[in-house]
């Protein structure tokens, strides 16, 4: 009896301070990982994150702690939302209440202009309440001082160059239409000719640019983005071929998420 008594009194002791050190514990995750999507959390303060700048031309690798919050295995592969982006996780999977890496490879190719650059980050997880992550990356393109002897001169050259690559149209509503429009100037000294450009489905051109475009010349793609009878993550692309002998087929995104206001739509899928 007296060794019962002296068990409960430890338990009574032990149960408290079990539940103070697990509290203390997630209090301290939480601040290392403090942005959280669905049961994963990142080692960020928020969606966009700063990093050091990164030299053109090159490529850069960025490491990313992340941690799962829930009960269960998590897989995490890359969502591939942009060509200059590329995340690779350390594992197959990440255990609940453990911690992993994620290497995010930024490939700073020489037709992205100097300044600020904003980088995508698309995860794809098998995690119930929030399959798709994204995240933000925010950096400088500075100069690359160990490879300007060996950039090709530009004045001998076509160089079609656009102010950005990537368009995010964020959340919304299905059946709502979107106009992006991509602006871009022949930087080279030769002119660009575009032999042909492919479109996603559900987008349309509403503006094309001039099949020879002058150096020194801008213009602009204008494209039409439909919604309509879509849900989910949307990663949509414009490819451009031409005679730019750097990038002969350049990329230009458009991501986002669509939503419905109805729940009659079982398992809807993705709209390319």
Known sequence: MKCRHLLTAIL????PVASVFCQTNDSILLKKFAYRVGNLVFAADSLELIIPD???GEKTTYLLEVHNFGSKEMGIVDGQSSRFVKSVFSGTSLMPATSGTI???LDIVPELPLGPFRAEVSLETDDASAKYKFLYLLTNIVPNTNRSNNQIGYDTIPRLIFEHYNYNFGHQYRGKTEYISFVFTNKGGLPVEISHIDISPNCSLV???PTNIMPGEKGLIRVKSNTKGCVGVQHRFVMIYCNDPVTP????GIHGSVKTTTTSIKNPGFCP
């Open 12 to 15: 009574t002791v032990l149960v």
């Open 54 to 56: 990164v030299p053109q």
């Open 207 to 209: 503006e094309e640019p």
């Open 103 to 105: 290497a995010i490879e």
């Open 249 to 252: 087929v350049i990329t230009l």
